[in-house]
């Protein structure tokens, strides 16, 4: 393919697994993976902060650059017993604004581009930064100001957020001016802050891996850990010569379920095959009629 959008390369790739029987757990973290007591063989026990709790033999630990949080409004006592109720840090779906009086808040490039996204649909929409200056891609902060200029959208600068109101959701937000002090309270159903990412190892750091300036040492003929049965694959790893990008992913990946497989199934053979060739894996696939 000469072109795939992030988007459409993660469509693709679970319209591929479809077939297979497979679980997932979203939106959560894992926090813990701990040695099971286990008579025979090595076992490892994963939880999640959702309190979720996996026993498997093999882990694959595929954390990218460890885990990333939002930034939240500093000043405000738990923005989150709004999420999702009037306060994100992310936008998930077009449809949720449609109709909607909007706040956005911060002054980079996701501030700008949703701005100019949402204004599209959106009931009205403010963008409020502290100074009237953007560290965008100046193509969309020219766009955002011609919105401004045909009223379509309100640049509220310089403001920043000062309280947020409502019972069970969002209703009102106030906003101080950050020369004259003065605070002004708005009607608003939808609150995005788009100040960035925290980046983190996170609980990476207390599994007690051999790690290489914040990235896990692997052997690279199975991309095994300092821990038997748990693999580390994409952009955590850290091995000689090793560059981020998908395709790495996938190598070791393939590579590392080989040695998973043998633990799974010790003495046995690695079934290997070629999706061009072998008619069982077309079937399974659903190409064998194509
Ligand atoms: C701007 C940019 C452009 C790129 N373009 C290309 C390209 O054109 N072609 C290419 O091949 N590569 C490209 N890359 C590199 C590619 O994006 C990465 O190599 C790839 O995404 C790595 O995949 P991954 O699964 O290892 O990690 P990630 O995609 O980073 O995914 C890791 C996931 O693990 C989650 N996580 C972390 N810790 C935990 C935890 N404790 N519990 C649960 N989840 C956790 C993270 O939240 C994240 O969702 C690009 C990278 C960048 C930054």
Same mark, same amino acid.
């Given at each position: 393919?000469?072109?795939?959008?992030?988007?459409?390369?993660?469509?693709?790739?679970?319209?591929?697994?479809?077939?297979?029987d497979?679980?997932?757990?979203?939106?959560?973290?894992?926090?813990?993976?701990?040695?099971? %007591?286990?008579? /025979?063989?090595?076992?490892?026990?994963?939880?999640?902060?959702?309190?979720?709790?996996?026993?498997?033999?093999?882990?694959? #630990?595929?954390?990218?650059? *460890?885990?990333?949080?939002?930034?939240?409004?500093?000043?405000?006592?738990? =923005?989150?017993?709004?999420?999702?109720? *009037?306060?994100?840090?992310?936008?998930?779906?077009? %449809? /949720?604004?449609?109709?909607?009086?909007?706040?956005?808040?911060?002054? &980079?490039?996701?501030?700008?581009?949703?701005?100019?996204?949402?204004?599209?649909?959106?009931?009205?929409?403010?963008?409020?930064?502290?100074?009237?200056?953007?560290?965008?891609?100046?193509?969309?902060?020219?766009?955002?100001?011609?919105?401004?200029?045909d009223?379509?959208?309100?640049?509220?600068?310089?403001?920043?957020?000062?309280?947020?109101?409502?019972?069970?959701?969002?209703?009102?937000?106030?906003?101080?001016?950050?020369?004259? @002090?003065?605070?002004?309270?708005h @009607?608003?159903?939808?609150? #995005?802050?788009?100040? &960035?990412?925290?980046k983190?190892?996170?609980?990476?750091?207390?599994?007690?891996?051999?790690?290489?300036?914040k @990235?896990?040492?692997?052997?690279t003929?199975?991309?095994?850990?300092?821990?038997? *049965? #748990?693999?580390?694959?994409?952009?955590?790893?850290?091995? =000689?010569? /090793?560059?981020d990008?998908?395709?790495?992913?996938?190598?070791?990946?393939?590579?590392?379920?080989?040695?998973?497989?043998?633990?799974?199934?010790?003495?046995?053979?690695? =079934?290997? *095959?070629?999706?061009?060739?072998?008619?069982?894996?077309?079937?399974?696939?659903?190409v064998?009629?194509?």
């Amino acid at each position: 393919m000469a072109f795939q959008t992030a988007q459409e390369h993660v469509d693709a790739l679970l319209l591929q697994i479809k077939p297979f029987d497979y679980d997932l757990y979203l939106n959560q973290r894992v926090e813990t993976i701990e040695e099971v %007591d286990h008579a /025979k063989d090595i076992y490892w026990k994963v939880t999640t902060n959702e309190n979720n709790s996996f026993i498997s033999k093999n882990i694959f #630990i595929a954390a990218g650059a *460890g885990s990333f949080e939002a930034r939240r409004p500093p000043n405000i006592e738990n =923005p989150d017993k709004f999420l999702n109720i *009037g306060v994100n840090y992310a936008v998930r779906s077009k %449809d /949720k604004y449609k109709n909607k009086d909007i706040f956005i808040f911060g002054g &980079g490039d996701s501030a700008l581009d949703w701005t100019v996204e949402l204004a599209k649909n959106a009931k009205s929409l403010s963008l409020v930064h502290r100074r009237d200056a953007f560290r965008g891609a100046p193509h969309t902060e020219e766009l955002m100001r011609e919105l401004v200029k045909d009223k379509k959208i309100n640049l509220l600068t310089p403001f920043v957020i000062e309280d947020i109101h409502g019972e069970e959701k969002v209703n009102e937000v106030s906003l101080k001016n950050f020369d004259t @002090k003065e605070i002004v309270t708005h @009607k608003a159903d939808e609150l #995005i802050f788009l100040f &960035g990412l925290n980046k983190k190892l996170g609980p990476i750091l207390d599994w007690e891996l051999e790690l290489n300036n914040k @990235k896990i040492n692997v052997n690279t003929e199975s991309f095994e850990t300092s821990k038997e *049965g #748990i693999f580390a694959v994409g952009d955590i790893n850290d091995y =000689p010569g /090793k560059l981020d990008l998908i395709l790495s992913g996938f190598h070791e990946t393939t590579l590392a379920v080989q040695k998973a497989y043998k633990r799974i199934h010790p003495g046995e053979r690695v =079934p290997f *095959g070629y999706t061009t060739s072998n008619s069982k894996l077309q079937k399974k696939l659903g190409v064998l009629d194509k």
